[in-house]
């Protein structure tokens, strides 16, 4: 299949500095972990507790795209066509990304060399939001309007139940470099499962990610802007540049 964010290597920049007022996130765990080396290869808490969970990231979610959402919902103009720049990582802590109350408090670290929450976070989107009636344009080039996301919170908390949550601050503009709307959306997931888990863990992160998918690309504000053309929520304004960065690519699906 296409991947819809690995058509081009022209990006705009966007907003960055109206976007620069969001706070940043605060992770949950209290005090600080120890990383080692190494964890289990499974998974599974390390023996007594000595040391995080490393996890490699890649879309795994539970859960499917809920195409029943669409009901009574209008379409967008079929010439509409949005481009997502490169996600900005605005998290205190980027390496940290959840922690077990259940697993001896342990944290959860990025393993050495996975693919970036931002990166993950916006491969899920182009995959994800054309399921709800969003079309993605395949390079900046083809686009009528640019999303800019900066990423807030990218976090899992086992305890329990995984309770995870991803927050972004938003600025969708268009190709006139108006800006439309702005504000924060949140993805959340939360489920039962076998304690300090691999496989939990990035379900939850799927999911949250997908139903932060469906929020973006159902949210009224943004849904109205792009078939109006009109600034949603008071009346902003902003002159974004064109730079030269990457296009990151979707994350792999598991089998």
């Given at each position: 299949?296409?991947d819809?964010?690995?058509?081009?290597?022209?990006?705009r920049s966007a907003?960055?500095?109206?976007?620069?007022?969001?706070?940043?996130?605060?992770?949950l765990?209290?005090?600080?972990?120890?990383?080692?080396?190494?964890?289990?290869?499974?998974?599974s808490?390390?023996?007594?507790g000595s040391?995080p969970?490393a996890?490699q990231?890649?879309y795994?979610?539970?859960?499917?795209?809920?195409?029943e959402?669409l009901?009574?919902?209008?379409?967008?103009?079929?010439?509409?066509?949005?481009?997502?720049?490169?996600?900005?990582?605005a998290?205190?802590?980027?390496?940290n990304?959840g922690?077990s109350?259940?697993?001896?408090?342990t944290?959860?670290v990025?393993a050495e060399?996975?693919q970036?929450?931002?990166?993950?976070?916006?491969?899920v989107?182009?995959k994800?939001?054309?399921?709800y009636?969003?079309a993605?344009?395949s390079?900046?080039?083809?686009?009528?309007h640019?999303?800019q996301?900066k990423?807030?919170?990218f976090?899992?908390?086992?305890?329990?139940?995984y309770?995870?949550?991803?927050?972004v601050d938003v600025?969708l503009?268009?190709?006139?470099?108006?800006?439309?709307w702005?504000?924060?959306?949140?993805?959340?997931?939360?489920?039962w499962g076998k304690?300090f888990t691999q496989?939990?863990f990035?379900n939850?992160?799927?999911?949250?990610?997908?139903?932060?998918?469906?929020?973006?690309?159902?949210?009224?504000?943004i849904?109205?802007?792009?078939?109006?053309?009109?600034?949603?929520?008071?009346q902003?304004?902003?002159?974004?540049a064109?730079?030269?960065t990457p296009?990151?690519d979707?994350?792999?699906?598991t089998?």
């Amino acid at each position: 299949m296409h991947d819809p964010m690995s058509g081009s290597r022209s990006t705009r920049s966007a907003f960055g500095s109206l976007l620069c007022r969001g706070g940043r996130a605060v992770c949950l765990a209290a005090g600080l972990l120890q990383v080692v080396a190494a964890c289990e290869p499974s998974g599974s808490n390390s023996p007594n507790g000595s040391g995080p969970m490393a996890l490699q990231l890649h879309y795994a979610p539970a859960g499917e795209a809920d195409r029943e959402a669409l009901v009574g919902v209008a379409p967008l103009p079929a010439t509409v066509q949005v481009w997502i720049n490169p996600v900005t990582d605005a998290r205190a802590e980027p390496q940290n990304i959840g922690f077990s109350a259940e697993g001896d408090n342990t944290g959860v670290v990025l393993a050495e060399g996975a693919q970036a929450p931002a990166e993950f976070v916006r491969g899920v989107l182009a995959k994800e939001m054309p399921n709800y009636g969003f079309a993605i344009a395949s390079e900046a080039g083809a686009s009528t309007h640019t999303l800019q996301l900066k990423l807030l919170k990218f976090w899992v908390h086992e305890g329990g139940t995984y309770q995870g949550e991803v927050m972004v601050d938003v600025a969708l503009g268009d190709n006139a470099g108006q800006l439309l709307w702005q504000g924060t959306v949140t993805g959340t997931d939360k489920h039962w499962g076998k304690t300090f888990t691999q496989e939990n863990f990035l379900n939850v992160f799927s999911d949250s990610t997908l139903d932060l998918s469906e929020k973006l690309a159902l949210r009224p504000e943004i849904r109205t802007a792009l078939t109006t053309g009109e600034p949603q929520g008071g009346q902003p304004s902003a002159v974004p540049a064109v730079a030269e960065t990457p296009a990151a690519d979707a994350p792999p699906a598991t089998p």
